[in-house]
């Protein structure tokens, strides 16, 4: 098992900076597909970005060129630098891993931080 706490949210103006974090309880080296969703109200949670299996990552359409996600493996923690914030990226960010046994695959998902993009 593991546990994801994430941190770094609050309320930005539009064209605004954030740096959320994500801390798991055990070393992410041992962890997959660590990466970054977000759920807007009455949406479905969406891919923001993620860490693919080969050591690249991923970004969805409508963040790309101004979030970035990266690792600090020493602190069992992934970050999320979100730039140039837009009223649409208002969204409760979750961090999530798969943890892959002989046999089993589970996710595991944070309780997630809210961000809020308004003026």
């Known amino acids: 098992q593991v546990q994801l706490v994430e941190s770094g949210g609050g309320l930005v103006q539009p064209g605004g900076s954030l740096r959320l974090s994500c801390t798991a309880s055990?070393?992410?080296?041992?962890?997959?597909?660590m990466g970054w969703y977000r759920q807007a109200p009455g949406k479905q949670r969406e891919l923001v970005a993620v860490?693919?299996?080969?050591?690249?990552?991923n970004y969805a359409d409508s963040v790309k060129g101004r979030f970035t996600i990266s690792r600090d493996n020493a602190k069992n923690t992934v970050y999320l630098q979100v730039n140039s914030l837009k009223p649409e990226d208002t969204a409760v960010y979750y961090c999530?891993?798969?943890?892959?046994?002989?046999?089993?695959?589970?996710?595991?998902w944070g309780q997630g931080t809210q961000v809020t993009v308004s003026s």
């Open positions: 860490f693919t299996t080969g050591g690249g990552t």
């Open positions: 055990r070393n992410i080296f041992s962890l997959y597909a």
């Open positions: 999530s891993c798969k943890v892959v046994g002989v046999t089993t695959e589970n996710d595991y």
